[in-house]
């Protein structure tokens, strides 16, 4: 046994940048949803460099992981969204 706890990967710090990207994102998606040709060449190279310095801080180490592990978090909110709005168009 240790006497070390183990480090929180959730904080407040996570919940904060998953808040804000998740946001941010959504905004963008939702008003250049209707043109398709703005996602491709706005949001998705945007996803792509906030998934990639998301990963950076993730493995950094100490409170930049709870930003990088929100971060990443956030990067998902979008194309989940999109991905559900499919289905639930499809289904009816």
Wanted: aromatic share 10%; hydrophobic share 60%; net charge neutral.
């Amino acid at each position: 046994m240790t006497d070390h706890p183990a480090p929180a990967k959730f904080g407040p710090l996570s919940f904060g940048a998953a808040l804000v990207t998740s946001l941010v994102f959504e905004f963008t998606a939702v008003t250049t949803g209707y043109f398709v040709i703005f996602l491709l060449y706005i949001v998705l190279p945007a996803l792509l460099i906030v998934g990639a310095i998301g990963g950076l801080l993730y493995f950094s180490g100490g409170k930049a992981t709870q930003v990088g592990l929100g971060m990443l978090i956030g990067c998902l909110a979008a194309p989940l969204t999109a991905a559900i709005s499919t289905v639930a168009l499809i289904v009816t």
